[in-house]
């Protein structure tokens, strides 16, 4: 158990639809990363919020949004769903964000767009 | 360019032999760290074992070691005494730079290990 909690487990959305998901950080942590990871494929980096500020992305469009929240709980969102933002979407905390910093994922929120 | 590069997309180890993963990548940054990730088919990423560039000694933990030979850009986990839990997606990961603001983990594309009794 990392402490990190995600929501939804699994989610079902049909193309051009828009979609929020939510993580809870571990106690204490106060960067959150999210990442999507297509099937068969490693996880892949879309932004990395530290005290409620972007600070970092990956090569993702702007429809891809995120938000992080005073008690660093975070947001995953994503407008005009695509048939390839179908995925597995993780989101990980740690407690700075960089260095020897390891990361505490979650289980995940699978995302199916039909 | 990809960084972290895993060639080994499956394995099957028997039960109690101690197995390699290969993980070679490649940056021109001085500081970098390593990871190694395992992820069962429960979906969630657990943390193994880390390995930073300046680190002179090879990283350990309990059953998991990692071999880290710099000048060839490798940086294997070894694991021994396997176990039937051990069975998972095994993600080798690479951060490049020391304390910055956006230091984000790059992954490979993993290797399946499967334990056999």
């Known amino acids: 158990e990392t402490g990190v909690t995600q929501s939804p487990t699994h989610l079902i959305k049909t193309r051009g639809q828009q979609v929020t998901l939510r993580c809870s950080s571990q106690?204490?942590?106060?960067?959150v990363s999210w990442y999507q990871q297509a099937l068969g494929q490693g996880p892949q980096f879309i932004f990395q919020?530290?005290?409620?500020?972007?600070?970092g992305r990956g090569n993702f469009p702007p429809r891809f949004s995120g938000l992080q929240f005073p008690n660093y709980s975070s947001e995953l969102n994503v407008n005009a769903l695509e048939l390839d933002d179908s995925a597995l979407y993780l989101c990980?905390?740690?407690f700075g964000t960089g260095g020897n910093e390891k990361l505490f994922f979650g289980s995940g929120t699978q995302l199916s767009v039909l | 360019a990809q960084k972290i590069t895993q060639t080994q997309p499956g394995m099957f180890v028997q039960e109690k032999e101690a197995v390699t993963l290969d993980c070679t990548y490649d940056?021109?940054?001085?500081?970098?760290?390593l990871f190694w990730y395992k992820q069962p088919s429960s979906g969630e990423m657990i943390f193994l074992i880390y390995q930073g560039s300046y680190d002179q000694q090879n990283a350990t933990e309990g059953r998991y070691s990692l071999n880290f030979q710099k000048a060839r850009k490798s940086a294997n986990l070894v694991i021994s005494a396997s176990q039937l839990g051990d069975s998972a997606m095994y993600f080798c990961a690479m951060r490049e730079g020391g304390y910055s603001s956006a230091s984000k983990i790059i992954f490979g594309s993993g290797t399946r290990l499967s334990i056999r009794p």
């Open positions: 990980a905390s740690s």
């Open positions: 919020y530290y005290r409620e500020e972007e600070n």
């Open positions: 940056t021109s940054d001085p500081s970098y760290g």
């Open positions: 106690s204490g942590h106060n960067t």
